[in-house]
């Protein structure tokens, strides 16, 4: 089985096989996200004290005019070390390991709001799922590898590394 992550707005680019199981992992759900995945599972979101250090960073980076705003802000609130933490709580942890049942049965697919699986809680938690399995793959749509993180120029050069994150649209996946 696999374990896929994905932004909302990609997630009709990729089209979940129908068996799958789609997952929204975030604190703050919008309407829509109720129609687009299975449910939404908040207790395997950042905690709301981690969110908001990582917003606030992020939004500072922003404003200075920074490259890569979202990566300052990982490194800077030590969002993984963090994030791990806070799975190993209870309630976490108990739908980690539901998470782990259904993977075993279906292909799972984990959706949040951050484009870049590099500086986004879904990798971590599809690390965490795969852990414990054996033959269980994990795919990020897209593909982290494929993103480029030169100093954001559109030459041709650039263009060769595969595709952005410009290159997939901005959708929903009706359900």
């Not at 979202?70 to 980690?96: C, M």
């Not at 259904?102 to 984990?110: A, F, G, M, P």
């Not at 699986?117 to 793959?137: F, G, K, S, V, Y």
């Amino acid at each position: 089985m696999t374990v896929h992550t994905t932004y909302f707005g990609g997630l009709s680019s990729y089209d979940p096989a129908e068996e799958a199981s789609v997952f929204g992992v975030v604190r703050y759900p919008q309407d829509f996200v109720a129609r687009i995945t299975d449910r939404n599972i908040p207790a395997v979101a950042p905690p709301e004290d981690l969110l908001n250090a990582y917003k606030t960073v992020e939004e500072a980076a922003e404003d200075n005019g920074e490259f890569n705003p979202a990566a300052i802000a990982w490194n800077s609130v030590d969002f993984e070390r963090r994030y791990l933490a806070h799975l190993e709580a209870k309630g976490p942890q108990t739908v980690l390991e539901e998470l782990i049942d259904r993977v075993r049965e279906r292909d799972i697919w984990l959706v949040c709001w951050e484009k870049d699986a590099r500086w986004c809680h879904r990798r971590l938690l599809a690390n965490a799922i795969i852990a414990q399995l054996d033959e269980t793959e994990i795919v990020h749509h897209p593909d982290p590898t494929t993103i480029p993180v030169g100093d954001g120029d559109d030459s041709d050069e650039a263009a060769e590394t595969g595709p952005t994150l410009e290159d997939f649209a901005e959708g929903e996946r009706a359900r």
